[in-house]
């Protein structure tokens, strides 16, 4: 009985080793990304005056997409759909 009780907390003990091996590569990892992060984020605030104009293009499109332009191409679409004859 003492055999298998030295037996099970060996295993837990190799378990509990390799756990924290590799919590420690993971964390090295993280430390490591995090670098690189923050690295991006204080090249990146000169480049994203470079998209300025995109942005300015997109939030005018969703505004006109918004303000009824959608609409009126669907509703003008419907009618023509409804004019076609049938093939049939």
Do not use: R, Y
């Not at 090249?43 to 609409?71: C, P, Q, R, Y």
């Amino acid at each position: 009985m003492i055999n298998i009780l030295v037996a099970c907390a060996v295993i837990v003990t190799i378990a509990f080793v390799i756990f924290v091996i590799q919590a420690f590569a993971t964390l090295k990892q993280v430390q490591h990304t995090a670098k690189a992060v923050e690295h991006l984020a204080l090249n990146a605030d000169s480049h994203i005056e470079a998209f300025d104009k995109t942005i300015d293009s997109v939030k005018t499109f969703s505004m006109g997409v918004s303000s009824g332009w959608l609409k009126l191409i669907q509703f003008v679409a419907g009618i023509i759909s409804k004019k076609k004859p049938d093939s049939l």
